[in-house]
């Protein structure tokens, strides 16, 4: 139990990585809260980590909202009295667009999520942790900004921001005992992508199970992690195994990005 006794914060919790992180998190003793968008998704989470026995406090957040993200925090602290752990995993990928064809007011969406919702998240916990004198903040990031695609601007921008951001949050926020790292997935084997595979072979005339062979053969492992394996970084970082590790960014990957 890496969690025990500890309180963790998972934004934008959904039902691919955002879930599999707050469940690892529950499984080593955390509590958990969790914010999101989707007061119905939330609900069902919330029901699910309940019946594994975890304390749960669920609250809508919308963490372009400094409000929300200090509401969040509030309400956190006031149910469990501390706040040790945060995981910033809002993200939006969208809009997909080339450079010379975007309406550039639309990047700034990207932005607002996944680099000012981040730390407006972060700016809201401090406090909190300041009490403590040793806490975890996880920025979950992406490959995508270091193994650039084409189209995919926006979210390029805002997650190469927040890995900058990490590095100088681990050197602002150090001298608190706060340690500030950034986990990067590339492909996860989920949903999402399952759903991708599907569509591309109903395109291509080929099938799911050849395109997912193709991605994963191009991870030196072989293979396409799973949200839960990415996790698994998640909660290294968010517990004392991880004590000297900050200002870090992690690419959690099965070798398909090398940095």
């Given at each position: 139990?890496?969690?025990?006794g500890r309180?963790?914060?998972?934004?934008?919790?959904?039902p691919?990585l955002?879930?599999?992180i707050?469940?690892?998190?529950?499984?080593?003793?955390?509590?958990?809260g969790?914010?999101?968008r989707?007061?119905?998704y939330l609900?069902?989470?919330a029901d699910?980590?309940?019946?594994?026995g975890?304390?749960v406090?669920a609250?809508?957040?919308?963490i372009?909202?400094?409000t929300d993200c200090q509401?969040?925090?509030?309400?956190?602290h006031g149910?469990?009295?501390?706040i040790?752990?945060?995981?910033?995993?809002?993200?939006?990928?969208r809009p997909?667009?080339?450079?010379?064809?975007?309406?550039?007011?639309?990047?700034?969406a990207s932005?607002?999520?996944?680099?000012?919702g981040?730390?407006?998240?972060?700016q809201?916990?401090?406090?909190?942790m300041?009490?403590l004198?040793?806490a975890r903040?996880v920025m979950?990031n992406?490959m995508a900004?270091a193994?650039?695609?084409?189209n995919?601007?926006?979210y390029?921008?805002?997650k190469s921001?927040?890995a900058?951001?990490?590095k100088?949050?681990?050197?602002?926020?150090?001298?608190?005992?706060?340690?500030v790292?950034?986990?990067?997935p590339g492909?996860?084997?989920?949903e999402?992508?399952e759903?991708y595979?599907?569509q591309?072979?109903?395109a291509?005339?080929?099938?799911p199970?050849q395109?997912r062979?193709?991605?994963?053969?191009?991870?030196r492992?072989?293979?396409?992690?799973?949200?839960?394996?990415v996790?698994?970084?998640v909660?290294?970082?968010?517990?004392?195994?991880?004590?000297p590790?900050?200002g870090q960014c992690?690419h959690?990957?099965?070798?398909?990005?090398i940095?």
């Amino acid at each position: 139990m890496l969690l025990e006794g500890r309180t963790a914060i998972v934004s934008g919790v959904g039902p691919g990585l955002g879930r599999a992180i707050a469940i690892a998190l529950a499984a080593e003793g955390a509590s958990i809260g969790i914010g999101a968008r989707n007061e119905e998704y939330l609900a069902t989470l919330a029901d699910e980590l309940r019946a594994g026995g975890t304390e749960v406090l669920a609250q809508r957040t919308d963490i372009t909202s400094p409000t929300d993200c200090q509401q969040l925090a509030e309400a956190v602290h006031g149910r469990f009295g501390r706040i040790d752990i945060l995981v910033n995993n809002g993200h939006l990928s969208r809009p997909q667009e080339r450079f010379d064809e975007a309406d550039l007011v639309s990047w700034r969406a990207s932005m607002d999520v996944n680099y000012w919702g981040s730390l407006a998240m972060t700016q809201a916990v401090v406090p909190y942790m300041k009490q403590l004198d040793d806490a975890r903040v996880v920025m979950i990031n992406s490959m995508a900004m270091a193994r650039i695609r084409p189209n995919d601007g926006p979210y390029v921008g805002s997650k190469s921001a927040l890995a900058a951001a990490t590095k100088y949050l681990a050197t602002d926020l150090g001298q608190f005992g706060i340690r500030v790292n950034g986990v990067h997935p590339g492909f996860m084997m989920e949903e999402k992508l399952e759903r991708y595979f599907e569509q591309a072979a109903a395109a291509s005339g080929r099938t799911p199970e050849q395109l997912r062979d193709e991605v994963a053969s191009g991870a030196r492992l072989g293979y396409i992690p799973s949200a839960a394996e990415v996790a698994g970084t998640v909660v290294f970082l968010a517990s004392d195994l991880a004590r000297p590790v900050t200002g870090q960014c992690i690419h959690v990957n099965a070798g398909t990005f090398i940095a």
